[in-house]
């Protein structure tokens, strides 16, 4: 499974970006797809994630700001962020997990200026 994720970018606090994550290769069966982030100095955390039955979870800190959803038939996965903060600055990567393995995205930069 390769993905290939994409949408990062530089936005003004109170802005938007849509990142989009794309996986290709034998998926027959896929568990979880998520985002995942990791600023400078701190360690991955997970922001949103979608069970393949379709609940989903996010982080605390971007409740009620961003949104994750997919598209099974183009085996892709969205995140929709909404009202950008700076301390959402990070680089974003995108998870999927299939049954006996997890896959992680190249990863793209997205940055909020204040």
């Known amino acids: 499974v390769q993905l290939q994720a994409s949408g990062g970018g530089l936005v003004q606090a109170g802005g938007s970006l849509r990142l989009s994550c794309a996986a290709s290769g034998s998926i027959f069966r896929t568990n979880f797809m998520g985002w995942h982030r990791q600023a400078p100095g701190k360690q991955r955390e997970l922001v949103a994630g979608i069970l393949s039955s379709g609940t989903t979870n996010y982080a605390d800190s971007v409740k009620g700001r961003f949104t994750i959803s997919r598209d099974n038939a183009k085996n892709t996965v969205y995140l929709q962020m909404n009202s950008l903060k700076p301390e959402d600055t990070a680089v974003y990567y995108c998870?999927?997990?299939?049954?006996?393995?997890?896959?992680w995205g190249q990863g793209t930069q997205v940055t909020v200026s204040s």
């Open positions: 998870r999927w997990v299939v049954p006996g393995m997890g896959y």
